[in-house]
């Protein structure tokens, strides 16, 4: 197989990696074309598996490009979410733990690890990397590679919530666009949960709360106003949507896209509204993306 043949056929595992270590599809897009640039000068008689040489490729291009940001995420206005993945229909999302590891609740969490911290966790739970071969990719000896992965999976353990397919929150979804779009408060409040959160990533470029909102009450009056909306602006337009694994509402005003709204569902109730608003994390949310384990 030649360089293209080989990168080509390996993209989703790659793309996925340099996602969930970024947390951007367009800055995976730019660590996987400086990849591909590093592997088509690389002599394949020297390379015994593709799989994890490419995989090393992308983790430490893709660590480079995370190091690269931390100022810009630190001065950042307001949470910084994730970029919404929508996902190809045909890339096999009975895979459990693979659409699990795009979702923004774990995203969200791998946000809270250092930059080793992730790479490590991503490599060794979600693809199954063995211990040299992401000591290789991280630049760091096995034994410490050892205990950053013990260290990041304890943290994402206490921290991450169930997953639940998007399937198990279809009737939650309907029920909420049903209230939401009627100015139904009461009907709002029988799908929230006690500790529902709000959280949206405006960046200072859309108007967005600049912190989470807790609490039923606070979050469907939020909704409820963003709703009415609608009352005032004739074109604006509500679709429903499946980004990150998870049911989501994509709102435009004319052809302009205002927001993309995911929703996380646990028992019946919403838990957890991320709203994403930055325009520059919506510029590239219509193009379905090849995620994969293989």
Do not use: C
């Not at 992730?118 to 992401?134: K, N, Q, S």
């Amino acid at each position: 197989m030649t360089h293209a043949e080989r990168f080509t056929a390996l993209r989703p595992l790659l793309f996925t990696i340099a996602y969930e270590i970024l947390g951007s599809a367009t800055e995976a897009d730019d660590v996987l074309q400086e990849s591909w640039l590093r592997w088509a000068a690389v002599d394949l008689d020297t390379v015994r598996e593709p799989k994890s040489y490419l995989a090393q490729i992308v983790t430490r291009q893709a660590l480079n490009a995370l190091r690269a940001s931390a100022r810009r995420r630190e001065e950042y206005v307001g949470p910084w979410l994730p970029e919404p993945l929508l996902l190809d229909e045909h890339d096999g999302a009975a895979d459990a733990l693979l659409t699990e590891s795009v979702s923004m609740a774990m995203l969200v969490v791998l946000e809270t690890l250092s930059p080793d911290e992730r790479a490590v966790f991503v490599l060794r739970e979600v693809f199954g990397f063995e211990y040299d071969e992401i000591a290789g990719a991280v630049g760091k000896p096995v034994p410490t590679v050892r205990q950053v992965a013990h260290r990041a999976r304890e943290h994402v353990r206490a921290r991450r919530k169930r997953f639940e397919p998007v399937a198990g929150a279809a009737e939650v979804t309907e029920r909420f666009l049903a209230a939401a779009s009627t100015g139904d408060v009461d009907g709002l409040l029988a799908l929230l949960a006690p500790e529902v959160v709000w959280t949206a990533d405006g960046g200072g470029k859309a108007s967005a709360a600049r912190r989470p909102v807790v609490g039923p009450d606070k979050v469907a009056k939020i909704l409820a106003g963003l709703f009415r909306l609608g009352d005032t602006l004739p074109d604006l337009r509500v679709d429903v949507s499946a980004y990150n694994g998870a049911p989501a509402i994509v709102i435009h005003i004319g052809e302009h896209l205002e927001g993309i709204f995911l929703l996380e569902v646990d028992g019946g109730l919403i838990t957890h509204l991320y709203a994403i608003r930055n325009p520059d994390k919506l510029a590239a949310v219509t193009v379905p993306r090849t995620i994969g384990r293989a």
